[in-house]
Nanobody, 121 residues
């Protein structure tokens, strides 16, 4: 089992910044991708950013150039630095840890509890 604890969400004005953190614990040896998803009412959960164990990254087109995913391997923590925030970034953000195989097929996933990000002036 893998446990994920998220923090860092909140209310921020347009153009502002937030940094989300996700601390992982438990049986994490088989995890090879960690990332962030977000979900708003009436919409499907979408991938925001992900990082593979080898360091490669993947970003949604809507956040490229504004968001950066990073990790601290010593503390099993992944971060999402969000800059130049826009109202459309408002969502519940979920940390994800997964074992991803051939063709980007997810063998299994673990999820955090979610943290609310609201961009509003």
């Amino acid at each position: 089992q893998v446990q994920l604890v998220e923090s860092g969400g909140g209310l921020v004005q347009p153009g502002g910044s937030l940094r989300l953190s996700c601390a992982a614990s438990g049986s994490i040896f088989s995890i090879n991708v960690m990332g962030w998803y977000r979900q708003t009412p009436g919409k499907e959960r979408e991938l925001v950013a992900a990082m593979a164990s080898g360091g490669s990254t993947n970003y949604a087109d809507s956040v490229k150039g504004r968001f950066t995913i990073s990790r601290d391997n010593a503390n099993n923590t992944v971060y999402l630095q969000m800059n130049s925030l826009k109202p459309e970034d408002t969502a519940v953000y979920y940390c994800n840890a997964a074992r991803v195989g051939w063709g980007r097929v997810h063998e299994y996933d673990y999820w955090g509890q979610g943290t609310q990000v609201t961009v509003f002036s």
